[in-house]
């Protein structure tokens, strides 16, 4: 069984490093942060006690199951000592390229060639982490999604010099882990956090153009079967964390108009109300974490919103339907992979191909588009892809 290295114990590291335990796998874990390692130690057991007693476990098979998957876990004072011992380092510190080549370049230097070397980044270019090593074929990402032993899906990332034998076995690997592997290119935001842009993107530009209030927003995409509405869900990840993922996507695409981030998103960060995590963000939070109300200025405005519930929901759809449609024609992944990736990355109750199928087909969703971009501007002129299929 392969030997597992874990290069960050942030939230994402001890995930995975829970998960590799869980299925029986020696993991080596490095951070630069001695506290930050304590931690994980005290987390990934927590994790496990949850998972064993997930599993059914009596109480005495409780401890013997924690304890014999825990015993894998060692740490290592140095990334180096990582990289000597593990088949699969798996890496998941800051989101930062410079940061990330350093690593790679050192990760790179100290494994033999055949240690599979992989970056859990959300958004950076797979292929410049590459560039620090002297092997980019044997680098590719595996994008986990948080939290990490929850959440079944991974993005399994092929950057152009990538070797197809390492995905496979890549693949392989977290397949066995219980995981949902989809195959993406090495493309901006990858799948999910591309293809779901238009969903906290589009339902900005509703409220901020006082189509309605955030709160409708919340309570029609909810009643149309999402699990969370986009501000619940802005406020929960960190409007800062929702921010950079779309300052990112809008840069890597060239500044292009429908990927621009929100003003009211920006002025939220810079005023530090980021959500739950500081007590309000767009709505306000109690003690006990529940949202009390929408913040001041959301509240509704003693004019409705113009739009009704079906209205905001058919934009939200719609974008990220158009999106998808980008996606597959750039050739970013399978539209499978792409209605998979939605349903179990984001936890839309069907994929967006899946939805342009149940709303009429292409021809019907080019036709939407068409209406919604005479009147809202070229952000849903329809995709290139959907042009050539309808
Ligand atoms: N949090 C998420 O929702 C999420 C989801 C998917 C992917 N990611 C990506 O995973 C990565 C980690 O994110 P996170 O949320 O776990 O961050 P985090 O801030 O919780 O943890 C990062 C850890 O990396 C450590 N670190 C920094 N520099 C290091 C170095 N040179 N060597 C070793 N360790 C170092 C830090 O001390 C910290 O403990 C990022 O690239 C992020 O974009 C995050």
């Known amino acids: 069984m392969e030997l597992i290295g874990v290069v960050g114990a942030g939230t994402m590291g001890v995930g995975?490093?829970?998960i590799a335990l869980e299925a029986g796998h020696e993991v080596v874990v490095h951070d630069v942060d001695p506290g930050a390692l304590e931690a994980a130690q005290v987390r990934i057991r927590d994790g496990l006690e949850r998972r064993a007693v997930r599993l059914g476990l009596d109480a005495?098979?409780?401890?013997?199951?924690v304890e014999g998957r825990f015993q894998g876990l060692r740490e290592a004072?140095?990334?180096?000592?990582?990289a000597a011992e593990a088949d699969v380092v798996i890496e998941a510190a800051l989101e930062d390229l410079e940061l990330k080549q350093t690593i790679f370049g050192r990760l790179d230097g100290s494994s033999g060639p055949e240690t599979i070397l992989a970056t859990n980044t959300s958004a950076l270019s797979v292929d410049a982490i590459a560039d620090a090593t002297t092997n980019p074929g044997r680098v590719l990402g595996l994008h986990f999604f948080n939290p990490a032993p929850v959440m079944k899906l991974v993005e399994v990332v092929t950057a152009p010099r990538t070797r197809a034998q390492l995905s496979a076995a890549a693949t392989r690997l977290v397949t066995n882990w219980g995981k949902t592997a989809v195959q993406c290119a090495d493309a901006p935001g990858f799948i999910v956090n591309r293809v779901n842009r238009p969903f906290t993107l589009e339902a900005l530009r509703i409220v901020d153009a006082d189509g309605a209030s955030i709160e409708q927003v919340d309570r029609a995409v909810v009643d149309a079967g999402f699990p969370m509405g986009?501000?619940?869900l802005m406020d929960l990840v960190g409007i800062d964390v929702n921010l950079a993922a779309a300052r990112s996507l809008y840069e890597r695409f060239g500044r292009e108009k429908r990927f621009e981030p929100s003003p009211t998103q920006e002025r939220l960060v810079s005023e530090e109300r980021l959500g739950r995590k500081t007590g309000a963000g767009f709505y306000r939070y109690g003690a006990d974490d529940r949202p009390i109300e929408p913040s001041e200025e959301f509240a509704p405005r003693t004019a409705a919103g113009s739009l009704s519930d079906e209205e905001v929901v058919d934009r939200i759809v719609l974008g990220v339907i158009n999106e998808a449609y980008y996606a597959l024609g750039e050739k970013v992944a399978s539209g499978d992979d792409i209605d998979l990736a939605l349903?179990?990355?984001?936890?839309?109750?069907?994929?967006?191909?899946?939805?342009a199928e149940d709303i009429g087909g292409p021809q019907v969703v080019r036709e939407r588009l068409l209406r919604l971009s005479a009147k809202l501007g070229p952000r849903f002129a329809p995709a290139p892809a959907l042009r050539a299929e309808a």
């Open 16 to 18: 995975i490093c829970q």
């Open 77 to 82: 004072d140095s990334m180096d000592a990582v």
């Open 60 to 65: 005495d098979s409780i401890d013997q199951w």
């Open 230 to 232: 986009p501000f619940a």
């Open 343 to 355: 349903r179990l990355g984001a936890g839309h109750p069907r994929g967006p191909f899946e939805r």
